[in-house]
């Protein structure tokens, strides 16, 4: 039988990680493919969940994992530094948002404690699923208002 944290990078750290990378690189209008993009999120994903391992302050671990993403962002897309940290800071910065909103709405509409939804692994299967979920929904509006945007300046 698989553990929690083999089940949760499984089920949710490679769909979390392909998100996060597909919204960084979306906000900051660089052209990807997904198998560079499938690359960098499975090694990212791999890297997180070794280092989630590790004995470290909980506030010291997203630092961590930005700069990881930073350099698997530089090794495997061919960008910059400065444009990985950018892509790398405002990836995270979303899903930040994304997860601030629903921890208000797990807690406040479903009536969920934050211990339940931290402790319980299904619920953490299913938070956490949510996350990715939203992240598509988010590169779908920005593309869909990339495009809005270009026609209207172009037919001026």
């Known amino acids: 039988m698989l553990n929690s944290p083999t089940v949760a990078f499984f089920v949710q750290g490679i769909p979390e990680s392909i998100m996060l990378v597909i919204v960084g690189l979306t906000i900051n209008n660089v052209k990807y493919g997904f198998y560079s993009v499938f690359k960098t ?4 994903t791999a890297a997180a969940y070794f280092i989630k391992q590790l004995p470290l302050n909980f506030s010291i671990l997203p630092l961590i994992l930005i700069f990881v993403l930073l350099l698997f962002l530089n090794l495997f ?3 910059n530094l400065f444009r990985s940290l950018v892509i790398s800071l405002s990836a995270f910065a979303m899903q930040a948002i994304i997860e601030s909103i629903l921890f208000w709405y797990w807690q406040s509409v479903l009536k969920f404690n934050y211990a339940a939804i931290i402790t319980v692994p299904l619920y953490r299967i299913i938070f956490g699923l949510q996350v990715p979920v939203f992240m598509f929904i988010l ?3 920005i593309n869909f208002l990339k495009r809005t945007i270009g026609k209207t300046h172009l037919s001026n």
């Open 41 to 44: 999120a499975l090694a990212f």
């Open 77 to 79: 897309l061919k960008t």
């Open 139 to 141: 590169v779908l509006i």
